[in-house]
């Protein structure tokens, strides 16, 4: 039994090795010169492997497909994945969050280990796969001077996000020529732009707030960290936001500085620190609410001259500044571009793939797994993980 494997990236090299210990004959195919390109990058180099949660958990956590994903993540969990890992010798260590990384830090040591589970496997580098046509029961992969017969083909191609690893959407091209919908590619995880003029506040982070998006009839928040860029703002719970109102088609941005406090509760301590202080300037109060750099902006915001005397302060400007503490608006102008998405929303439509043995339910002996579905999740490790559960099952299964 001869198996194709397009893309050696997390999905393909895990399902890979599974298929050669069954005893299929595997030849995974990348137009890099070598495997696991974009798992180098994980993680900025640490490689977030999978987040250590019950299923229940894991599912919540997943944006598109969750409902897909229920076989492969009850099939190999989490904790499937540390094993897995700790069978090929790699040690692995829990951070905040349940994150689970190599103890090395290193994300090169998860592409040796899984290089090393892919013993029988042959590579195919530096090609690009001109088509994949069916011949019969058989299929045919075209390289540049070559074909390649097969009897199954397996798209583990991953999205289009980070064209330079080689994630160039080259699957969703294949899925189409078989016949196969694929759902609107947008970016997810990835930094959003503001109308607002922010660049002042480049580089400044923003701790415990939480980031709140109106859209389309819909609300959803995130608690967290986040930081500005020099047009917009990034950080886990931008990254987070984003993978949620990618397709809307209107949206307000809020941010609560103080979510701790009700606003009755922010009035009483400003209440308090006001006769404190009365003769101090407004600025002064503001420096014990908010990091420095940021009192500009919030004066401009809630329109109260940061220089003005406390004891000059009216009830009225009291209370604005309290609801521009909870309500700090931001002016969305768009996601930045599909490239600086960590994954990609969107993909091979899953109504056409079967979410058991992630065979085509329009061709016979061709399978999609990975990031190529349309299927995604938050940070933390959960993508990975979807890469990992999807190549188990389909290998179990097929």
């Known amino acids: 039994m001869k198996v194709a494997i397009i893309g050696a990236g997390a999905s393909g090299l895990m399902l890979g090795g599974f298929l050669a210990k069954k005893g299929y004959n595997v030849t995974i195919f990348d137009h890099n010169e070598k495997a696991g390109k974009k798992l180098f990058i994980t993680g900025k180099g640490?490689?977030?492997?999978?987040?250590?949660?019950?299923?229940?958990?894991?599912?919540?956590?997943?944006?598109?497909?969750?409902?897909?994903?229920?076989?492969?993540?009850?099939?190999f969990n989490s904790?499937?994945?540390?094993?897995?890992?700790?069978?090929?010798?790699?040690?692995?260590?829990?951070?905040?969050?349940?994150?689970?990384?190599?103890?090395?830090?290193?994300?090169?040591?998860v592409i040796k280990a899984l290089l090393k589970h892919c013993e029988g496997v042959s590579f195919v580098f530096n090609e690009n796969i001109d088509k994949i046509t069916k011949v019969g029961e058989y299929f045919k992969v075209t390289?540049?001077?070559?074909?390649y017969i097969v009897d199954k083909v397996v798209i583990a191609t991953g999205g289009?996000?980070?064209?330079?690893?080689?994630?160039?959407?080259?699957?969703?091209?294949?899925?189409?020529?078989?016949?196969?919908?694929v759902e609107k590619i947008v970016p997810a995880l990835c930094p959003i732009k503001l109308n607002d003029d922010v660049h002042p506040l480049?580089?400044?982070?923003?701790?415990?707030?939480?980031?709140?998006?109106?859209?389309?009839?819909?609300?959803?928040?995130?608690?967290?960290?986040?930081?500005?860029?020099?047009?917009?703002?990034?950080?886990?719970?931008?990254?987070?936001?984003?993978?949620?109102?990618n397709r809307a088609k209107s949206v307000e941005l809020s941010l609560d500085l103080k979510p701790a406090l009700t606003?009755?509760?922010?009035?009483?301590?400003?209440?308090?620190?006001?006769?404190?202080?009365?003769?101090?300037?407004?600025?002064?109060?503001?420096?014990?609410?908010?990091?420095?750099?940021f009192i500009s902006s919030f004066s401009i915001k809630c329109?109260?001259?940061?220089?003005?005397?406390?004891?000059?302060?009216?009830?009225?400007?009291?209370?604005?500044?309290?609801?521009?503490?909870?309500?700090?608006?931001?002016?969305?102008?768009?996601?930045?571009p599909l490239d600086a998405g960590i994954i990609t929303s969107g993909g091979v439509a899953l109504d056409e793939v079967n979410p058991k043995t992630f065979e085509s339910k329009l061709v016979k002996n061709l399978y999609f797994i990975g990031e190529v579905l349309d299927i995604d999740a938050l940070t933390g490790g959960f993508n990975l993980q979807i890469a990992f559960a999807t190549a188990y099952l389909c290998a179990k299964n097929m």
């Open 160 to 181: 289009a996000s980070y064209k330079a690893t080689g994630s160039d959407g080259s699957g969703y091209k294949f899925a189409e020529s078989f016949g196969h919908r």
């Open 202 to 245: 480049m580089g400044l982070s923003l701790k415990n707030v939480t980031l709140k998006a109106e859209f389309d009839g819909k609300s959803k928040e995130f608690f967290g960290e986040m930081m500005f860029t020099g047009d917009g703002i990034t950080g886990p719970i931008v990254l987070s936001l984003s993978s949620y109102i």
């Open 303 to 336: 329109g109260v001259n940061e220089n003005k005397k406390v004891h000059d302060i009216l009830k009225e400007e009291r209370r604005k500044i309290c609801e521009t503490l909870k309500n700090f608006s931001l002016s969305f102008k768009s996601l930045y």
């Open 79 to 109: 904790f499937d994945t540390v094993e897995f890992f700790s069978s090929l010798h790699l040690k692995t260590k829990v951070e905040r969050g349940n994150r689970v990384f190599p103890e090395s830090d290193k994300s090169s040591d």
């Open 143 to 147: 390289v540049k001077n070559k074909s």
């Open 263 to 293: 606003l009755e509760q922010l009035d009483l301590r400003l209440l308090r620190d006001f006769e404190e202080n009365k003769n101090r300037n407004i600025s002064y109060i503001f420096k014990g609410l908010m990091p420095s750099s």
């Open 46 to 75: 640490r490689c977030n492997i999978t987040n250590l949660c019950d299923e229940a958990e894991f599912l919540k956590n997943v944006v598109r497909g969750g409902k897909f994903l229920t076989s492969a993540i009850y099939s």
